[in-house]
């Protein structure tokens, strides 16, 4: 946008709608697309955006990168996004927190708010956008402690999420980590098999399921629920949380989610990107397009006079309209 306009990319962070505005537009952009659905999947993630060595920029903080096996200045967020099982809305993220950050939070605020805090404020926001509408939990493993798995069974919140396999488990008087759980041993061309066993005293349903990628392959995951279901259709519940890896992917390397270098704006820039991206999946669902991509490759076609008119049509949402024909 800032080449089109011929201005710099910070004067188009400055002109950025802060970020409360572009998520109350998402909320309401995913409402008019759900409308018509019974069941809702809200979708957890977190990604990092490296940063190098500006430590001065909004939301940095140090943290471990499981790829390269070492901490890296970054930022690190985790987002929400709501979706039919096809179609992917973000709702909004918020920042993640190293050590350092966490304690200058506590010296300039007080206190901060832990992860666990973060995904229980926005369920209970996810459930009062969609109230009436069964909302069902996806996440990896990353996400299933102790805590929030109880506090979801505690609340009669349906949820499926990968587990790690050295999770020690109850089942039929039996103790042991998941992978050497005998009863979840998959035989033959078997695909997935599921027990109702405890961690922790919490009851869950444990999946074992079999993966053989392109090249044959073969894995074993292991997912955990409160839904009472099939074996095969845990495995293609947890597929449903595709979606969200497609909102960072396509973020980043098509809507610039990390290319943003201002100290100041970083969090409405994220914000922006994502009420963005909320946009581009409305396009594909109203023209059938394949992905964000394709609808991504279809806009760009169009001059940026054509392209503003475009988008004012594109929704009913008269905040969003007004700030398009502001910037």
């Not at 080449?3 to 802060?18: E, N």
């Not at 505005?21 to 809702?40: D, G, R, Y």
């Not at 009669?156 to 050497?180: A, L, P, T, V």
């Not at 027990?195 to 044959?216: F, M, P, Q, V």
Request: with cysteine; glycine share 4%; charged share 25%.
């Amino acid at each position: 946008m800032a080449s089109v306009r011929k201005v710099s990319g910070d004067t188009i962070s400055r002109s950025l709608q802060p970020a409360d505005a572009s998520f109350q537009e998402m909320e309401i952009l995913a409402q008019q697309q759900l409308k018509n659905e019974h069941q809702i999947f809200l979708l957890i993630d977190d990604t990092k955006l490296p940063k190098d060595d500006s430590k001065e920029i909004d939301g940095t903080d140090r943290h471990y990168d499981q790829k390269l096996r070492k901490k890296i200045t970054a930022i690190s967020m985790i987002c929400f996004s709501v979706s039919d099982g096809e179609h992917n809305y973000p709702l909004g993220f918020e920042y993640l927190y190293g050590d350092f950050g966490r304690e200058e939070l506590k010296k300039s605020k007080g206190k901060f708010i832990t992860k666990q805090e973060i995904i229980q404020a926005n369920i209970v926001r996810v459930q009062r956008l969609f109230s009436g509408k069964r909302i069902i939990i996806l996440a990896d493993g990353a996400f299933a402690s102790i805590d929030l798995l109880m506090w979801l069974v505690n609340h009669n919140i349906d949820f499926e999420m990968r587990m790690h396999s050295n999770r020690c488990i109850m089942y039929n008087g039996h103790k042991s980590s998941i992978k050497n759980m005998k009863a979840l041993t998959l035989r033959g061309r078997q695909m997935a098999k599921t027990i109702y066993a405890s961690w922790h005293d919490i009851k869950l349903y444990i999946t074992a399921c079999k993966r053989i990628n392109k090249n044959g392959k073969v894995t074993v995951i292991y997912l955990v629920s409160s839904i009472k279901d099939e074996p095969i259709n845990h495995a293609n519940l947890y597929k449903k949380r595709w979606p969200i890896e497609k909102v960072f992917r396509t973020s980043k390397q098509i809507l610039g989610l990390g290319q943003a270098q201002t100290r100041k704006h970083q969090y409405k820039h994220i914000a922006a990107v994502l009420l963005a991206y909320s946009l581009l999946v409305a396009e594909q669902k109203k023209r059938g397009y394949k992905n964000p991509e394709e609808a991504t490759r279809a806009l760009k076609q169009k001059s940026f006079n054509a392209l503003m008119k475009y988008l004012l049509s594109l929704t009913r949402n008269t905040s969003i309209r007004s700030n398009l024909l502001i910037n």
